[in-house]
């Protein structure tokens, strides 16, 4: 695998999980029991930290890619495993 593919990969990888570990752990002003300013969302957290996403994030996505790349190595899944019709159907075009 180049190292590009590698980079390009992996960030695919780290936006996914960006968005999946993004939810977590954030409260709204309702939950916190604080006023909500004029102007500004019901939903909008009031704890966000971004420090914190970015760094689960990027082990999600480590592990994630890790997991990945040894089955790219020693192909546990492969495409024909995937392959839930079975063969396609052989045409015969008259050649």
């Given amino acids: 695998m180049q ?4 980079v390009a990969i992996y960030g695919l990888f780290w936006v996914l999980s960006a968005f999946l570990v993004m939810p977590f752990g954030l409260r709204t002003p309702h939950e916190e029991g604080k006023k909500i300013e004029t102007g500004h969302a019901d939903s909008a957290p009031v704890n966000f930290r971004p420090g914190k996403i970015i760094l689960r994030a990027t ?3 480590a592990v994630l890619f890790a ?13 024909e495993d995937l392959n839930f019709f079975g063969k396609p159907p052989v045409e015969d075009l008259g050649y």
């Fill in 3 to 6: 190292w590009f593919s590698i």
């Fill in 59 to 61: 082990l999600l996505a």
């Fill in 67 to 79: 997991i990945y790349y040894a089955n790219y190595i020693y192909g546990w899944i492969t495409l």
